[in-house]
């Protein structure tokens, strides 16, 4: 069994995270620095009681890095071009970045959207993504798993595959919003008044650390990839 870390980070902290990699993956093109990222991301999970997730992390950029040296920027083959892992390196790094916001409790995101004076037509959608994305990930999960067992899932059909999976979540995913909705009604989220929270909302030295520490890590990684210093 994996530990839990007592290590936990107010959503403004994860935030700040998640946007400066967002903008360093449109900015960075060196290697170096986007697998320095990735490490960087990993102990980010590991120390959030993450463990799992930065391991199989950690092994899919390992297996990326693999990939990218034996290309040496042709590709493998036709069905893995250059572009294709170029675009697979960044969109993992992504996942890494909003992996810990999407485990958040929603009423934590509200009660931090309402102290932030954050406008509900801003708050209320980003608290569904939250709560949608990863019920979507799961229905997915057990779509996989039943037409495993039933032996649909073949290479050999890929449209006919395709549409095994992607129809039943098709046709859940618009329940799992309603019933999201729902919910988000019955607790009042929706209410004009003071939205409280059973954690403590507070913006810790420890969130103040981990800011300044992603802040430094980018602008280093920023400096390192143009070569300012050169």
């Given at each position: 069994?994996?530990?839990k870390?007592?290590?936990?980070?107010?959503?403004?902290?994860?935030?700040?995270?998640?946007?400066?990699?967002?903008?360093?993956?449109?900015?960075?093109t060196?290697?170096?620095?986007?697998?320095?990222?990735?490490?960087?991301?990993?102990?980010?999970?590991?120390?959030?009681?993450?463990?799992?997730?930065?391991?199989?992390?950690?092994l899919?950029?390992?297996?990326?890095?693999?990939?990218?040296?034996?290309?040496?920027?042709?590709?493998?083959?036709?069905?893995?071009?250059?572009?294709?892992?170029?675009?697979?390196v960044?969109?993992?790094?992504m996942?890494?970045?909003?992996?810990?916001?999407?485990?958040?409790?929603?009423?934590?995101v509200?009660?931090?959207?309402?102290?932030?004076?954050?406008?509900d037509?801003?708050?209320l959608?980003?608290?569904?993504?939250?709560?949608?994305?990863?019920?979507?990930?799961?229905?997915?999960?057990?779509v996989?798993?039943?037409?495993?067992?039933?032996?649909l899932?073949?290479?050999?059909?890929?449209?006919?595959?395709?549409?095994?999976?992607?129809?039943?979540?098709?046709?859940r995913?618009?329940?799992?919003a309603?019933?999201?909705?729902?919910?988000?009604?019955?607790?009042?989220i929706?209410?004009?008044?003071?939205h409280?929270?059973?954690?403590?909302?507070?913006?810790?030295?420890?969130?103040?650390a981990?800011?300044?520490i992603?802040?430094?890590?980018?602008f280093?990684?920023?400096?390192?990839d143009?070569?300012?210093?050169?």
């Amino acid at each position: 069994m994996i530990p839990k870390a007592d290590v936990h980070f107010d959503f403004r902290a994860k935030l700040v995270v998640a946007v400066l990699v967002m903008s360093l993956v449109a900015l960075l093109t060196s290697d170096i620095t986007l697998y320095a990222l990735m490490v960087f991301l990993v102990l980010y999970l590991a120390i959030q009681g993450l463990s799992r997730h930065a391991l199989i992390y950690a092994l899919i950029a390992l297996a990326l890095g693999m990939m990218r040296v034996v290309s040496n920027g042709n590709g493998l083959t036709f069905l893995l071009p250059e572009m294709f892992l170029f675009i697979l390196v960044r969109t993992t790094i992504m996942l890494m970045a909003a992996e810990p916001l999407l485990g958040m409790p929603p009423g934590e995101v509200v009660a931090v959207c309402k102290k932030m004076r954050v406008p509900d037509m801003a708050a209320l959608p980003l608290t569904f993504m939250l709560r949608f994305l990863p019920a979507v990930e799961g229905e997915f999960r057990d779509v996989f798993e039943a037409l495993g067992m039933r032996r649909l899932l073949s290479f050999r059909h890929p449209l006919r595959t395709f549409e095994h999976v992607v129809t039943p979540v098709m046709l859940r995913s618009s329940r799992i919003a309603e019933e999201l909705a729902a919910s988000a009604e019955s607790r009042g989220i929706s209410s004009p008044g003071e939205h409280t929270c059973r954690r403590v909302i507070r913006f810790g030295c420890h969130d103040a650390a981990l800011s300044i520490i992603s802040m430094a890590i980018a602008f280093s990684c920023v400096v390192f990839d143009k070569g300012f210093l050169a």
